[in-house]
């Protein structure tokens, strides 16, 4: 089995990455999407969005990050791509997955699952352009609208050269709302042969384990359930149990050491409570004391919030 770690716009940044990895059970990371339009952009950019490419594409526990892409022009996604990969991303994912109303405007993400001959074009320019030994992955949704085109997309992404295909297993127009459709993943693995990994709905290791059984694959990827229980590859693994909430306090003390010395302190207490929005659904404990912090609007105030609660409760 492998874990894969999504990619969560404004969400996983390399600080995340650094502290999910750390707990053990993740295999690969992508970074959040870098859009492309009519340019080739500067290698700040991807350092901005992949710092770990100062250290081998490698977040520090040693899990590889590959560099995602978003955008409609196979050349210039595909310029973009030979400079990522010259950096040293370990390869590059291409997303046809976001739902976002403004990337979709723009005809980037899920939109393009309502045209197969443009993700075949669009792959099929990366795939060449990028060094053979390196993978180019690709990940979508069951469709826009509907899932009518479900099997012909993953089979256009397939016949470019994808290396391997994740699928979300809901449709544009599902969003994020439960259930995933994993049994529809199991449809589209019948008629296509690249690996494919499942997505959608995972939250403890019972649903990745019926995930695995309805879609038919063994490899997973988490979004939101790893960000509600910090360390769920690890327990999906079996390797260890799950963060307890004096744990998990504790960790996001460690955690906002790197988001407050970081690039992105002033953001601390916005990150601190987006984070709440998803560890409320696993942790009764956190829902009082999110209600305590959203006023908060200061750095230093919000850590001493969470010190005083761990001290609370240890």
């Not at 449709?171 to 049994?183: E, I, L």
Request: with cysteine.
């Amino acid at each position: 089995m492998k874990i894969v770690l999504a990619p969560m716009e404004g969400v996983i940044d390399h600080l995340m990455r650094h502290m999910l990895t750390s707990l053990g059970g993740i295999d690969l990371c992508m970074t959040e999407f870098v859009r492309i339009v009519d340019q080739k952009l500067p290698e700040r950019v991807y350092y901005r969005y992949c710092p770990e490419l100062h250290h081998g594409g490698k977040t520090p526990s040693g899990v590889p990050v590959r560099v995602q892409l978003l955008g409609q022009d196979p050349d210039w996604l595909s310029e973009n791509a030979v400079v990522a990969t010259s950096l040293g991303s370990p390869g590059i994912d291409l997303n046809f997955g976001c739902p976002a109303p403004l990337v979709n405007r723009n005809k980037g993400g899920a939109i393009l699952l309502k045209e197969p001959d443009a993700l075949y074009r669009i792959v099929k320019a990366v795939r060449a352009a990028v060094p053979g030994h390196l993978p180019v992955t690709a990940k979508m949704r069951l469709g826009y609208e509907d899932k009518s085109l479900a099997v012909e997309n993953a089979q256009a992404l397939s016949e470019a050269g994808a290396s391997e295909i994740a699928i979300h297993a809901r449709t544009k127009s599902d969003g994020y709302k439960p259930p995933a459709y994993w049994d529809s993943i199991a449809e589209i693995k019948k008629q296509v042969d690249t690996p494919l990994i499942a997505n959608g709905e995972i939250w403890n290791p019972e649903h990745a384990k019926r995930c695995q059984q309805q879609s038919n694959c063994d490899n997973i990827m988490l979004g939101r359930g790893a960000l509600a229980v910090p360390n769920l590859a690890a327990w999906i693994r079996g390797s260890a149990d799950k963060l307890t909430w004096n744990e998990l306090l504790a960790l996001m003390l460690e955690y906002s050491k790197y988001e407050i010395e970081g690039d992105k302190g002033l953001y601390y207490s916005n990150r601190v409570k987006q984070w709440f929005v998803y560890i409320k659904q696993q942790y009764p404990e956190a829902e009082p004391f999110f209600r305590q912090i959203r006023v908060i609007k200061k750095a230093d105030e919000m850590y001493n919030a969470i010190k005083q609660q761990l001290l609370m409760v240890s």
